[in-house]
């Protein structure tokens, strides 16, 4: 995954989640906007193979984000479902939003570091 392809999951996971808690009316745009540029990276991605030690990053990542993914959700479901921030099913797209943006800030760490 390009660094260009994180940095968007990043910004669009954090303007979800202030879309959530400041208008939750709205808060199903940034969703839609990162299904609009998934369709379109998808197209502009030259496919490169990874290494072995990406394939492993690249599937801890996944797994870590699942893992928070799961117990967001869960928590969300539990905790908010009955405030104004988590009412109407903003509880769900509030743990897809954070869900967003842990992998985006997961997948930017090692870039620092690679060669």
Avoid at 90 to 99: D, E, G, P
Wanted: net charge positive.
């Amino acid at each position: 995954m390009k660094k260009q392809e994180s940095i968007i999951q990043l910004v669009i996971g954090l303007i979800g989640l202030v879309f959530c808690l400041v208008l939750p009316k709205l808060a199903y745009l940034p969703s839609v906007l990162i299904g609009v540029l998934a369709v379109i990276m998808i197209r502009r991605i030259k496919s490169a193979p990874f290494t072995e030690a990406e394939h492993q990053y690249f599937r801890k990542v996944n797994i870590i984000s699942l893992i928070c993914w799961v117990i967001f959700a869960l928590l969300g479901f539990f905790l908010l479902r009955d405030e104004r921030i988590g009412a109407d099913g903003q509880w769900f797209l509030l743990s897809a939003y954070l869900f967003i943006t842990i992998h985006g800030t997961l997948m930017l760490l090692p870039t620092s570091t690679r060669r």
